[in-house]
């Protein structure tokens, strides 16, 4: 049976091959899949135009906001969805956007997702209420201008979905370490822009900060070693950042 209102489904890419077929087969309640893709250099274009629901777009990657407006852009209907490939879609989720599509009552709706990271459920470390909004009306929604950890914003209500997100953002610890270090250029970036300068303070204590506050006091120390290698990540990529505005104002590479 069709929706009574017609979906969108929206994604951006950059070499996610070994999740797309999965990602792609958990939309069969979309009337069209939009995906927006950085130019990939694995198999992802080619698994994606398998699917005749698919339209693809490649567009040279400038910042996440961006990237994500203009798949918004692309879409055909009002109501879109935007997973990220390495969420997985269960039967639940898709169950319930389709029940809500009958009548949707708020311009979005946000669900909870389930941090996995090494094969294990994250349960702490700060990542305990991690609410996204994955189902909205594109005419009242877009991703604020931060070039990365883009926020969407909604000019409506937004409601909660009852069902879980998992969120497999793990490939193997290298990957994981490099989306790190490319979130931190971009957040310098940001900085950069803004004419914020690194000081003795960002690089000691703004680092040792982020370890103790996702270790202790946000209770990383509780999700064992998973939560220790998250905490001491997201440290370094913490002094990351600052280096490489450092950097910038140093027109150093």
């Known amino acids: 049976m069709e929706n009574p209102v017609k979906i969108s489904a929206l994604a951006i890419t950059l070499n996610e091959a070994q999740n797309l077929e999965r990602y792609l087969k958990s939309l069969d309640f979309a009337d069209e899949i939009i995906i927006v893709d950085s130019f990939s250099t694995d198999d992802t274009v080619e698994i994606a135009r398998q699917n005749e629901k698919v339209t693809v777009y490649q567009r040279k990657f400038d910042n996440f906001s961006a990237q994500k407006n203009f798949a918004i ?108 270090h490319r979130y931190s250029k971009l957040q310098a970036e940001m900085l950069y822009n803004k004419g914020k300068k690194p000081t003795y303070y960002h690089f000691l204590f703004r680092p040792f900060y982020r370890f103790w506050n996702q270790f202790i006091f946000r209770l990383g120390i509780l999700d064992g070693k998973e939560g220790f290698i998250l905490a001491y990540v997201s440290a370094f990529s913490v002094f990351k950042r600052y280096l490489n505005l450092w950097l910038l104002y140093r027109n150093i590479e």
């Open 73 to 180: 852009a692309q879409a055909t209907h009002n109501w879109v969805t935007f997973f990220d490939p390495d969420e997985e879609i269960t039967s639940a989720i898709s169950e319930e956007i389709k029940k809500i599509s009958e009548n949707p009552v708020v311009a979005a709706y946000s669900i909870k997702r389930d941090f996995y990271f090494m094969g294990k459920r994250i349960k702490y470390s700060g990542l305990q209420n991690d609410y996204v909004v994955r189902f909205f009306n594109k005419n009242h929604c877009r991703y604020n201008k931060n070039l990365v950890h883009e926020t969407l914003e909604v000019n409506g209500d937004i409601e909660k979905l009852k069902s879980n997100l998992p969120h497999h953002t793990y490939k193997t610890f290298d990957d994981y370490t490099a989306k790190a």
